[in-house]
């Protein structure tokens, strides 16, 4: 089985490091509670320039995933 996520845990100033994700089939997992999303990114040109959309949709398997392993480590 291919590894489909990293888990990315917060710094000291609460924000996690910057990442250059891919464009379709980014998984963004949240450290705390382990909601898995998956993330596209599109570059469109609008004046004055260029924008980036990103659109967002849950990933309930990846999720289940995570938060047995989150149950499984707290069991320890």
């Given at each position: 089985?291919?590894?489909q996520y990293e888990i990315e845990d917060a710094q000291k100033n609460g924000?996690?490091?910057w990442v250059?994700?891919?464009k379709?089939?980014?998984n963004m997992a949240c450290c705390d509670c382990g909601l898995v999303?998956?993330?596209r990114f599109k570059l469109v040109d609008r004046p004055p320039?260029?924008?980036i959309f990103?659109?967002?949709k849950r990933n309930n398997r990846a999720t289940a995933q995570i938060r047995r392993g989150i149950r499984q480590?707290?069991?320890k």
């Open positions: 089985m291919t590894k924000w996690s490091r250059y994700p891919k379709t089939g980014f999303h998956i993330l320039g260029k924008a990103m659109q967002v480590r707290s069991a």
